[in-house]
């Protein structure tokens, strides 16, 4: 039973840092591609205007 | 079993100080002073053998090259079926666990292929990609997939996969396509730069 | 004669508006390219693990037929895709394209690799029945698989070398090159 306790709250760190991590990499890789074409968006207008 | 010294969100902690750290570092100064102390060490990977192979033969740089890019169909196709089954995309028939077990291995072993070749590009290239802000980018995708992979989805998909938030599985298999897409991406944009 | 008509095509395609447009845009050239070379993520990709799960290497516990079948689609897509941008980066470059020996090269593997998929996938459905569940398929299936892994990485290794200029026409070459080449004399588009 201690186990089976041990061995959730395992599962629920794992679940956890997870959820720390994909958030960060979906909110920082949204913003970094959205800069990305924004600065290609700005050289195309710049180069044909 | 001995518990953590930091508790039962152990992960979730070291985790967060990662993130945090790497936030830090990124924005701050200390990215700048680092890549100053790095310096010696990319002047010195150009002296080495496969600094001197890659800057004379171009035929021996276009070859790892090519097998650089062996490694990254390779990759492509594990994370593609091991993330497409997490996604529901792709073997829904076949148990989860053998999919994502099996298409760890090919990742392990295109990764090591990787790694190898792009360490021998980079000796042959070393000063003029030091220089070039989107081979930082790519290193920073590479190791965040990586620490991610195997520190994050790694542990977490070895569970028993009734017992994970599925919408925490799918948030895994989507944070990984991006990665590895991202890491892909800056590698090609090496090419159009410099 | 042959290589003089293939010669003046190249430059025929060479002169339209859209080949120029695209060898001379900002970034359109290189996006086709990059698409190009980050789709072999798709088609490689899961034509590699038909292969390696044929030779036992990959997914050894899936059923062989399973595998060829689910991943043909996406794999397909893929060489659609590559098939189309691969057209554009030829179009936009003809006359050094069709001049150049890798690209002749890989333009005969892909014919060759087609015909290899083509013999592989037969023997397959004619016999799979009898070996779907074990984890390495007959000698012949491996052989087929084997051959394809090796053609499609001479295939890249040949893409590569493409942007390399060792064996152009405007520069001398030996006899052999120039023939292999298509080298006309005194050309003067390159």
């Known amino acids: ?49 | 079993m001995p518990t953590s010294i930091l508790g039962p969100y152990t992960r979730t902690i070291l985790t967060g100080a990662a993130i945090i750290g790497l936030l830090l570092f990124s924005f701050t100064y200390a990215r700048v002073s680092v890549w100053i102390e790095v310096q010696p060490f990319f002047e010195w990977m150009e002296t080495t053998w496969f600094g001197v192979i890659g800057k004379t033969w171009g035929a021996a740089f276009a070859f790892i090259e090519a097998i650089h890019l062996i490694g990254l169909a390779l990759l492509g196709g594990s994370v593609i079926v091991g993330e497409g089954r997490i996604l529901g995309f792709v073997f829904t028939d076949i148990p989860a666990r053998t999919i994502i077990d099996r298409a760890h291995k090919v990742f392990f072993w295109a990764l090591m292929t990787l790694l190898a070749t792009g360490v021998f590009m980079a000796c042959g290239v070393a000063m003029k990609i030091y220089y070039l802000p989107v081979y930082w980018y790519k290193m920073l995708a590479l190791g965040t997939g990586i620490l991610f992979h195997f520190c994050i989805r790694k542990p977490l998909l070895q569970r028993e996969l009734e017992k994970i938030n599925p919408w925490v599985t799918k948030a895994v298999a989507i944070s990984s396509l991006m990665i590895w897409f991202t890491v892909a991406a800056t590698g090609r944009w090496i090419g159009f730069s410099g | 004669m042959l290589n003089e008509l293939v010669y003046n095509f190249a430059v025929w395609l060479d002169d339209t508006r859209w080949s120029a447009m695209l060898h001379e845009s900002y970034y359109m050239y290189n996006w086709v390219e990059s698409t190009h070379v980050l789709t072999l993520m798709v088609s490689l990709g899961m034509l590699f693990l038909i292969d390696l799960r044929m030779l036992g290497y990959a997914l050894p516990d899936v059923p062989a037929s399973k595998i060829a079948d689910r991943l043909s689609i996406p794999m397909l897509v893929g060489f659609t895709i590559m098939f189309i941008t691969g057209i554009s980066l030829f179009y936009a470059v003809p006359v050094r394209s069709v001049q150049s020996v890798w690209f002749r090269t890989k333009m005969v593997l892909l014919v060759v690799c087609a015909v290899n998929a083509y013999l592989f996938h037969n023997r397959m459905n004619e016999s799979v029945s009898s070996w779907d569940n074990d984890a390495r398929a007959p000698s012949r299936i491996r052989l087929g698989a084997g051959l394809s892994l090796g053609f499609w990485t001479i295939v890249v290794i040949c893409g590569r070398f493409i942007a390399y200029d060792w064996f152009d026409c405007d520069y001398e070459q030996s006899a052999f090159i120039e023939f292999f080449a298509g080298c006309v004399d005194g050309q003067e588009r390159f």
């Open chain 1, 1 to 49: 039973m201690n186990e089976e306790n041990q061995n959730d709250a395992q599962i629920k760190d794992e679940q956890t840092s997870a959820i720390l991590a994909t958030s960060t990499i979906i909110i920082f890789f949204a913003v970094y591609w959205f800069f990305q074409i924004q600065s290609v968006r700005e050289l195309l207008e710049l180069a044909y205007g």
